[in-house]
């Protein structure tokens, strides 16, 4: 239908825009491709989709999402992750879209802190690699001292380019019916 036209069409418009931005500013990952951040279709789904992505220091994570119906924590270690744990949370975000820059090279672990979800296989594992690109020192500090960060901070569009792909997620985000490709 035309919702889902519109829906392919802003991906499209991020997708293109992320190509643009690629060069100067590191690419964007949406989480899970075409069906975004929810109840995953089988327990692998999510890590299937990360190992087809090379993710390196500098790119960002998009998180399309349902705010109220999922969020997203991130856990310190690989134990946490594997039981679903939210004894040690050390960053959650609950407005969709979700837009995480990676500063610092080594694993990081997200999941849906929301009812069983995770368990379900709403959960993400992703190892970000080194990259050549410099990266500026103001932003990797200030990301890595905001535990309990919430969205204001998460997401600041600093190019035309980031600020579409910003506006492409949030119609997908607030749009319910576009979600349910
Ligand atoms: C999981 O779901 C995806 C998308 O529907 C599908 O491509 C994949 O083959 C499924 N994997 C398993 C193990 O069922
Ligand atoms: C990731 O990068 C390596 C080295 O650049 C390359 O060999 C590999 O094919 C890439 N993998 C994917 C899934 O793009
Ligand atoms: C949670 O974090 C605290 C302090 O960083 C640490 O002492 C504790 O072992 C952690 N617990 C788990 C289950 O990882
Ligand atoms: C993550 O990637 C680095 C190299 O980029 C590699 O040395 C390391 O083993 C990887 N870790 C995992 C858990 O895959």
Request: include cysteine; hydrophobic fraction near 45%.
């Amino acid at each position: 239908m035309a919702s889902r036209t519109q829906y392919a069409f802003l991906l499209l418009s991020a997708v293109m825009a992320s190509l643009f931005a690629g060069s100067a500013a590191g690419v964007y990952h949406i989480i899970g491709a075409g069906k975004g951040w929810r109840m995953a279709p089988n327990k692998t789904y999510y890590a299937d989709w990360a190992r087809t992505r090379n993710i390196s220091v500098g790119d960002k994570l998009m998180f399309l999402y349902r705010s109220g119906v999922y969020n997203i924590v991130e856990v310190p270690t690989k134990e946490l992750f594997d039981a679903c744990s939210m004894r040690n949370i050390t960053n959650r975000w609950q407005n969709g879209p979700t837009i995480i820059e990676l500063t610092q090279p080594g694993p990081r672990y997200y999941f849906c802190g929301v009812g069983k979800h995770c368990e379900e296989g709403e959960k993400v594992a992703i190892n970000v690699s080194v990259s050549a690109p410099t990266l500026p020192d103001s932003d990797a500090d200030a990301d890595d001292d905001d535990a309990d960060d919430s969205d204001s901070s998460a997401a600041t569009p600093a190019t035309a380019a980031d600020l579409l792909i910003y506006l492409a997620g949030l119609a997908a985000c607030l749009l319910p019916a576009l979600l349910l490709i």
